[in-house]
């Protein structure tokens, strides 16, 4: 293993412990009592905040960060992939926000991983037509973290309409179509409805708890069990 390597595994190692041993750490790494000490003591002196003595253990102090400097080049495409995709798909903020965390991680990046993780042969255009949707997904996603129920109007595939009154579980994309899991109040019991057939929605003020048999781990459980193949336990 490289120094380089060697050193970020430590600060892992001791970040994720309430107390590193220098002997746990020799051993996680396989290499000697010494080489920990001297490692430890060189960390320290780079300034990263580690408290302990030889033959007691060490710990990190609280809110230290380090950043993601040991992606490999394949993993530094895969995510500047992954947010391209993404904020053609999310809403505007978590798009926003995701846009910030790449610029973080490339910023930090050696060069050479950088510049092939920028020049990623994956392109994703923007779809025409689906800012009112990626306004609908922010409002609905608020809607659901905050636990606010929201009256929508709706028109389905056979273009009937109706308005009702939901409690927000999750939105699920499925490739081209995001849907809402709700609680529907109207048809006491789940419903899920495409986001693009939302013709108006106001979120309410008022809010919903969770409530045996109306959650979501309450909708997934009842979905796989219709998938559970007939005499499956």
């Not at 293993?1 to 970020?8: P, S």
């Not at 849907?179 to 693009?196: H, I, P, S």
Request: with cysteine; charged share 30%.
């Amino acid at each position: 293993m490289r120094r380089a390597a060697r050193l970020f595994e430590i600060v892992q190692l001791i970040r994720g412990r309430r107390l590193s041993t220098a002997a746990f750490i020799a051993a996680r790494l396989e290499v000697s009592l010494r080489t920990v000490y001297r490692d430890v003591a060189d960390l320290a002196a780079q300034g990263v905040p580690i408290e302990g003595e030889a033959g007691v253990g060490y710990r990190m102090r609280p809110g230290f960060d380090l950043p993601p400097l040991m992606f490999t080049i394949d993993e530094a495409r895969a995510l500047v992939a992954s947010v391209r995709i993404a904020r053609q798909r999310l809403d505007t903020g978590l798009a926003t926000h995701a846009a910030a965390a790449l610029s973080k991680i490339m910023a930090v990046l050696p060069a050479a991983a950088r510049a092939a993780a920028d020049s990623v042969a994956v392109i994703v255009p923007r779809l025409p037509g689906d800012d009112a949707l990626r306004a609908r997904l922010e409002t609905l996603r608020h809607a659901v973290e905050g636990r606010r129920k929201v009256h929508i109007a709706y028109r389905d595939l056979k273009e009937a309409t109706s308005e009702r009154t939901v409690r927000p579980l999750g939105c699920v994309y499925w490739g081209d179509t995001w849907t809402l899991a709700t609680w529907c109040e109207r048809a006491t019991g789940f419903r899920n409805f495409r986001v693009d057939r939302i013709e108006a929605l106001q979120m309410l003020g008022s809010t919903f708890r969770d409530e045996p048999g109306k959650t979501l781990a309450d909708l997934l459980r009842e979905v796989d069990a219709e998938r559970r193949p007939p005499g499956a336990a």
